[in-house]
């Protein structure tokens, strides 16, 4: 099921090279997104939401000119099947979501959803080709408003280098930046006695040795 | 400054296609990942973290296999501009940053990365130019190791329907979806009294009006 001139073969290809293999959730988000996209008004400029952070935003990305780095698409993850395109200034716009019965329909589909058998015992390509037949039809679509808060532009605001890691971080976040704050990824043990070359800067804000990111 | 067969102008051709303009951010990060990725011994499977949502995410999608929505791209929103690459299984890799002072040692680049002055004051051309000509030279590198708990592979785990909002989502969020939980950026007070069409389907999980999204 097809709307508009929205070719799902050469979209494949794109998930192919952007996703790195035709991931069946990114194909379903493809239906999902080109549905959205349908009922928004010509000329309007929308930004975008995936309420999931699994395939669905490389949808977004490949079919609207929304994309992470660019702001315009926001991932909210809430871990649901979900995608909506919205008018950027007033913030109406279509929501669009998988219907769980309409899932299980689809004997294939409703195995890799709801993970009813184990990957190695799903058939791939009937799922694919399941997928592909049913298309939006296992879509609903919802009329939505996005609350005010979320359509202010987000600026980062004043820009300074923080005490700790002598990186610039936006002052918003407080006295040192979030990462300092104790929400790093990284492992300082591992690198705590580890001696990163001082800055040959004599500014003895930044004449210090880092050993900690 | 380039390195290795890094084509700064190719790649500002595949930023104004997927980001929609040729962004500073976006170029000055096409330079931090490609130093990144100079560093990754050939044929290691990486992993990528961007510290910034803005800009920066895209240079990663463009030039690495890793997307937001393939897993292999994540961003942890700390206001830095840094990106890291690593080894998917053991968490070793690198961290490219900008470093302050250089920043500062190009007027124009200083003047839009620290904002210094007003965009309209700001010359384009010539912060475009600076950050060709400094590239990679406006960066610094360490070695970072990522944490046991960032590198666990994430499962969303049983998936059941939420009993509010008649969605699929992962048993693990609770025994309600995030959303329903109250995360929703949706606006209620505007859709609450329109209808939505009930489900066809007599199961009276689903014979509901949707009312919440």
Redesign the interface.
Known sequence: MNRGNFNIERFCRQVEE???HV?P??VV?GFMVNLARSYMPAGVLFDA?S?T???????V?LLT?C??????LR????????V?LYDKEG?RGF?V?????R?HEQSEIGAW???LKPKNEQNAELLMAQIKSAGETLCAV???????E?LQKRS?G??A??PV??????VK?GWV???CHG?????FS??SE?E?PA?E?S?PR?AVR?VR?
């Open positions: 952007f996703h790195g991931a959730g990114v988000g939401i309420e952070a699994s395939c669905l935003p490389d949808a990305q000119p994309t992470i780095g660019n702001g315009w991932v909210f993850d809430f871990g649901r099947y979900a909506t913030g929501r979501f998988l219907v769980p019965e899932i959803f709801f993970k919802q009329p939505v408003h996005i609350r005010q979320f980062k004043k820009i280098v923080c890691c002598h990186e610039a971080y936006p976040d930046c979030k990462a929400e790093s990824p990284y492992d591992i690198y580890r990163i800055f800067d500014d930044y880092r990111v």
